[in-house]
């Protein structure tokens, strides 16, 4: 499993090996597809407004999501400088959530798919 996570979990994949970031860059054309899953006070607190807001500051296309299960999920996509910091503010968060936790891996662009057509960033109904 590739993920990267504020826990205690040890990073594997591209993310873990500089030189294979680079590659795996490179080969992406400098582009990155993330996908993040965070948990802690995280609905009802305008977290998904938020992501939305940034992403679309910051050019990235993807969609966010309010999970059943509490968490809010996420992907990315954009260059990967960008997709970086974009996971840095969703570790910060809005003023008034609260995250434990967020986990992130390398995605593909299947899972760009629920995204809304013709939207660069959507908000998606809860799964």
């Known amino acids: ?60 296309e993807g969609w966010v999501r ?3 299960d509490g968490s809010v999920e996420a992907v990315f996509m954009g260059p990967t400088d960008i997709v970086e910091k974009m996971i840095a503010t969703c570790r910060r968060g809005p003023y008034a959530a609260r995250v434990d936790a967020l986990d992130d891996r390398p995605a593909d ?6 995204r809304r057509v013709g939207e660069r960033f959507s908000v998606l109904p809860t799964a």
């Open 66 to 68: 309010n999970c059943h």
């Open 1 to 60: 499993m590739n993920a990267r996570s504020t826990g205690s979990m040890p990073q594997r994949g591209p993310t873990a090996d500089p030189h294979a970031r680079a590659r795996y860059d490179r080969a992406m054309g400098g582009q990155s597809i993330r996908h993040v899953a965070v948990r802690g006070r995280v609905q009802g607190v305008g977290y998904r407004a938020f992501v939305e807001r940034e992403a679309l500051a910051a050019g990235l």
């Open 109 to 114: 662009q299947r899972e760009m798919r629920p």
